[in-house]
């Protein structure tokens, strides 16, 4: 039996026949689509997903080779049964290089045709769920991959429970190398979305024309240098995830059409006037701040409030340096692991003491991304010894101290220029609250009980000074 929702699209030309499948098909539980035709099916293909395409494969007009090409290249997942009318070995075997799971010889009785189809449904829920089995074996966090265990992840965590399970839209922030990434992964891991796939895309590493044939795909000769069909990211993540990743690049146009696959969950490739329907849950990325970038006008509002319906903010690294000594075990052994059974003997498994204060004293502009390099890079230096000391660590952590301010104030025999000092005092906070914000004036004007305006104020009489 089925899973209650199985799509199956049915082609074949002889209408007594394929009433007949049909209705003993949908006895069984799926839910059958008929087509007369390789023409009405290839169109019907073009707006929805199914899960099960079963054709005639000689079908007058366009064969079922051609739907069962077409059909697999749509949705690679999709699985397609032949019936063959004449029974050659051949065309089984033809139909196999199209894509076709299997095949059925006419006549046929329709217990056989629908063994097939449970057979190839077990297979594929067989081959999702071992991926699934996997990935939760290998899951030894909360949040697979998400390592953390201070106040902020933990409300981190609360929040990725209650999201993951819905279909929500997300907006994750952060600074790079916070793990907007892992987190998205993780997100989709979570989610009864698992058994699909997880799609990425980072709109900033693809140049602005072909984004959008990326994104929604394209037909054979929608431009030059397009020679066949081809999917889109939006339609490869059926079912499952898109990441967009570094959303905030994408020009006006884009964001147009964006918003309206978002709002409508149909879409056209490039070229194509027929409409795809698709079933997606996005999660979007950005480092930079989307609020600010729609008050300059260079992001659509609308789309801003589709995107950001769940925000996720993921807090720098240096705010929350209580996981650095989890993230540096973490990292220890994921590399322990890459170096291979033979070789991982040799490598450190602990950070000394001054090592880990270093490590935590340093404000990482790179985030976790730069711890990760930073502890690779020392197990190569410190190869042979077991523990990882200072001289192993690049020279700016090796130098970094919490910088400290005189903890008392004396008076020096002949005096003090009291303005001077003062001054002197105010720079250095300043720079502090500027270095632990990450250049944030408005959270650096907070540390320091100010507007934000007198901040900028003062910053601009320490320029001219
Ligand atoms: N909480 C975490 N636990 C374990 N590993 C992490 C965590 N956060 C980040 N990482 C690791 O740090 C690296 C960077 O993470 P990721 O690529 O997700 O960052 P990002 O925010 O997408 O950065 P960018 O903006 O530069 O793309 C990855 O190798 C990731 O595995
Ligand atoms: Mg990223």
């Excluded at 929702?5 to 007594?16: G, P, T």
């Excluded at 067989?126 to 265990?149: D, I, M, P």
């Excluded at 000594?325 to 322990?336: D, G, I, M, T, Y």
């Amino acid at each position: 039996m089925p899973e209650p929702s199985k799509h199956l699209l049915l082609v074949e030309d002889e209408a007594a026949l394929r009433q007949a499948i049909a209705e003993q098909l949908g006895d069984r539980g799926y839910l059958v689509e008929q087509a007369d035709s390789g023409e009405t099916a290839l169109a019907r293909l073009g707006e929805f997903a199914f899960d099960i395409i079963v054709t005639d494969l000689r079908l007058p007009g366009v064969d079922g080779s051609v739907v069962v090409e077409a059909a697999v290249e749509r949705y690679p997942d999709i699985i397609a049964i032949v019936v063959t009318g004449y029974g050659t070995d051949k065309d089984a075997v033809e139909a196999g290089k199209h894509g076709a799971w299997d095949f059925v010889r006419k006549p046929f009785v329709i217990d056989d045709l629908a063994a097939r189809l449970d057979s190839a449904l077990e297979q594929r829920r067989l081959k999702s769920e071992n991926a699934y089995l996997r990935a939760q074996l290998e899951e030894r966090y909360r949040f697979e991959g998400v390592v953390g265990k201070g106040r902020a992840m933990e409300q981190l965590f609360q929040l990725l429970e209650t999201v993951s399970a819905t279909n929500s839209t997300i907006l994750i922030t952060g600074e790079t190398g916070t793990g907007k990434e892992v987190v998205a992964r993780a997100i989709h891991h979570n989610s009864p979305r698992r058994v699909h796939r997880f799609v990425a895309l980072n709109c900033s590493a693809i140049p602005e024309t072909l984004l959008e044939a990326e994104l929604f795909g394209h037909v054979r000769g929608a431009f030059t240098g397009a020679v066949g069909n081809r999917q889109g990211r939006l339609e490869q993540s059926h079912k499952g995830t898109l990441f967009l990743d570094e959303v905030g690049t994408m020009s006006a146009g884009l964001q147009m059409k964006l918003l309206r696959a978002l709002q409508e969950r149909e879409f056209e490739r490039v070229g194509d006037s027929h409409t795809t329907k698709v079933d997606v849950r996005v999660i979007a990325a950005t480092h930079n701040d989307l609020a600010r970038l729609v008050a300059d006008g260079q992001f659509r509002e609308d789309l801003f409030y589709r995107l950001n319906v769940i925000p996720v903010r993921l807090p720098p690294l240096r705010d929350r340096k209580e996981d650095i000594p989890l993230l540096v075990q973490h990292f220890l052994e994921k590399f322990r692991d890459l170096a291979g059974a033979e070789s991982a003997g040799r490598r450190p498994t602990t950070v000394s003491q001054e090592g880990m204060r270093r490590l935590m004293s340093y404000q990482w502009p790179g985030n976790v991304r730069q711890l990760e390099n930073t502890i690779e890079r020392a197990m190569a230096f410190c190869a042979g010894r077991s523990q990882i000391d200072v001289s192993d660590l690049p020279p700016e952590i090796q130098n970094s101290q919490e910088p400290s301010l005189p903890a008392a104030v004396a008076l020096p025999e002949d005096g003090v220029d009291l303005d001077a000092f003062i001054a002197t005092i105010e720079r250095d906070l300043i720079r502090l609250s500027l270095e632990r914000t990450g250049g944030n004036k408005g959270q650096a004007a907070k540390l320091l009980n100010l507007k934000r305006t007198t901040l900028v104020e003062k910053l601009k009489r320490l320029d001219r000074a």
